[in-house]
């Protein structure tokens, strides 16, 4: 056995402590949104960069007055965003996501309609780049919500931009023609129901993701205890005969859980079980097996340890149960441990363990026979 697996063993609780809150997986629409918020930062750190550089060019005399101005107000807002970005969560995300979506298209109304020439065509293209990038990362902080901000985005400024391709101090330009508006309008529309139809998709994909998940925990997981089913126990089984690595099995049983149920209900009866499986399933590691295989029996399949070791595992949690049981009512286990020989087949290994469960509750109860 290797010294890592030695310490694992080592390491693992020989008390029961009640579990506390599991760490929780994160959705496909978290995992969306996480990517988001960082794309999103991406996106700052990248406009404030900008900004500087337009500062700097500034005081080397480059640029005009009005985009000057802009480029500052954008480096101190973009500044005070960075710093409190630690602090902020995903709320905060989404509302600076769709302020800065926001800022963009009243730049844009600002360069088609009050903005000097040269100022206007920097706008513009600003929009142009930007944009997009906005309504895509809203996509993902938003979900089906930023189809209605991406068609609004596009309605705004292909409207503005009918009404300020009519002014003539844009005719040097080129952006005199009222038939711009319209294939704005047009891109961002599509490009907002193409994106809603990638939400809508990825939606039910999750969502039958998630029902697969419900019914594959429902094949596998004991009702009543939360824990492997003997489903699951036969699975690991066949899969270690069928290779060579060394492992043990413990066959578990309550001992006189019949009496259990009879003199105190099937109420006490099910709180000590889904105790058991408790202390059974914080006792062991990631890599083993603990399932219950019927009734009051539960079967441990541990991976990679020798036949003293096995015994010395299966010694903790008869004491575990014994111990952590107590607030219930004082309920111990009898456990036959068998451990692997290459060859042997999954019944001739399970017989083994049910020979050493018998005769331990043969010879008293609440023991551990090793066979």
Known sequence: MSRETTTQLLAMPTEYVAPGAEARAFSAAEVDQRSASRMLRILIVFAW?????????????????????????????????????????????????????ALLVIRWCISWLLAEPADAMIGILIGLLYTPVLVIITTLLWGRLSAYLGALTGLIMGAVAVVGSSRDAL?????????????????YGLFSWLLGIWVRERDELRETAERVERLRKAANTDTLTGIANRRVAER????????????????IDIDHFKVIND?????????????????LKSRM???????????????????????????SIAESLRQMVEQGTSDILSTTISVGVAHSNTGQ?????????????????????????TV
């Open 49 to 101: 960069a900008l900004a500087a550089a337009v500062m700097v060019s500034a005081a080397l005399g480059y640029g005009t007055t009005f985009s000057n101005t802009l480029a500052a107000v954008w480096f101190v807002v973009f500044s005070i965003i960075l710093v409190a970005w630690p602090k902020m969560n995903l709320a905060w995300h989404r509302g600076i996501a769709v302020a800065i979506l």
């Open 171 to 187: 005719a040097d330009a080129y952006l005199n023609d009222w038939r711009i508006g319209p294939l704005v309008f047009c891109v």
């Open 236 to 251: 690991a089984l066949n899969l270690f005969a069928a290779g060579q690595r060394r492992y043990a099995v413990m066959m």
């Open 263 to 279: 003199e105190h209900g099937h109420d006490t009866g099910d709180r000590i079980l889904q105790r058991i499986a408790d202390i």
């Open 285 to 311: 590691r990631v890599q083993d097996t603990v399932a219950r295989w019927g009734g009051e029996e539960f079967v441990v399949v541990v991976e990679s340890v020798t036949r003293e070791e096995a015994a």
């Open 345 to 369: 087949s999954v019944d001739q290994i399970l017989k083994r363990a049910d020979e050493g469960l018998y005769a331990a509750k043969n010879s008293g109860r609440n023991k551990v026979i």
